[in-house]
Every structure is written in structure tokens, then in C-alpha cells.
């Protein structure tokens, strides 16, 4: 139950091409989250330096997951993949509260900046598999994200090590981009 059935689910029109811009602060679990998607080996993994990416085609459909770093020095190259995104998931760690302020303002700033305008956003509250996790409802509370109005917005606890939620979070993104779409 990987990433090609949701592109099966997805696939509603040949050749359709959907953009997802995966951001987050640094060690949120982004690239974990990705590799786990693509049904990949997630063991060793590195922060990243730049972006990653994966494509994946099935019958005429491509999906396309843009993985930027989140180190501070790399955030203000975000809005280079702005362009043309059709889905934004912002990552959180759930277990770092210290950090809840400073992700608390960059997506507060990723939800300002006119290319990204309307866009849906998946909040994935990951590393709920550790103990000292916030669960999602407090923190979707922190972050005031009931008051987003230009937009469908959806929260999802997940652990991107175990996939618990991520499939879940993704069906979602395939509703919300289906909808989108017509």
C-alpha cells in the first residue's frame, strides 16, 4: 500500500502531474517521510543540503515530491519552488516543543506568500512514535491553524520511521488535489 496506490487513487485524468512541496524545519523527518513514500530503505539518513526529489510515473501519472532542506540558511530559498504547487506539506517534529514557536512562524509565512496562495496544506505532527510527542490536536492549537480560511488545511499524526498516519495523511492530499483539479 505504497505510493502507487495512491497515484491510482489520484489518477483521474491521463498525464495528470501533481507538484507537492515537502518543507519543515531541519530533523522534522522530512526526507525520512519521503524515502518511506517511495518505499525505500530508511536507515541511513543524512539532513539535507539542498532538495530531494522522487517522481514516481503509473499509467500516465506523475507524481512529483520536492524535499527542501529546512536548515535556517537554506529556508530563504524556499520560495525558489513555489512555482506551480499543487499541495504543500509542512513537516513538524512533534517532539521538539522547544521548536514550536520558530515552525509556528515559518509556516505562518510559507501561508502568506502569494504563490502558494490557496494552495491545501498537510501539517504531518510526525515522531508521534516517541513518548514525548505533543499529540496533533495541541499542537494544531499552538499554531492557531483553525483560523486558516484561504484554504483546506488538514493535520495528520504520523511517524514517518513506523508509516503510521503517512498513508492517511496521503489519501487526504488525494482528495484535497482531486477536488482541486475539478
Not at 66 to 72: A, F, P, V
Amino acid at each position: 500500500m505504497g505510493l502507487l496506490s495512491i497515484l491510482r487513487k489520484l489518477k483521474s485524468t491521463p498525464d495528470q502531474e501533481v507538484r507537492i512541496l515537502l518543507l519543515g524545519l531541519d530533523n522534522g523527518g522530512k526526507t525520512t517521510l519521503l524515502k518511506q513514500l517511495a518505499s525505500e530503505d530508511i536507515s541511513h539518513i543524512t539532513p539535507t543540503q539542498g532538495f530531494n526529489i522522487k517522481s514516481v510515473q503509473s499509467q500516465g501519472f506523475k507524481l512529483n515530491v520536492w524535499d527542501i532542506g529546512g536548515q535556517r540558511k537554506i529556508r530563504p530559498y524556499w520560495r525558489n519552488y513555489f512555482e506551480n504547487t499543487d499541495v504543500l506539506i509542512y513537516v513538524i517534529d512533534s517532539a521538539d516543543r522547544k521548536r514550536f514557536e520558530e515552525t509556528g512562524q515559518e509556516l505562518a509565512e510559507l501561508l502568506d506568500e502569494e504563490k502558494l496562495s490557496g494552495v491545501p496544506v498537510l501539517i504531518f505532527a510526525n515522531k508521534q512514535d516517541l513518548l514525548t510527542a505533543a499529540p496533533a490536536s495541541e499542537i494544531a492549537e499552538g499554531l492557531n491553524l483553525h483560523t486558516i480560511r484561504d484554504r483546506v488545511w488538514q493535520i495528520q499524526s504520523c511517524s514517518a520511521l513506523t508509516g503510521e498516519g503517512v498513508q492517511d495523511g496521503m489519501n487526504w492530499v488525494c482528495k484535497s488535489v482531486n477536488a482541486k483539479k475539478k
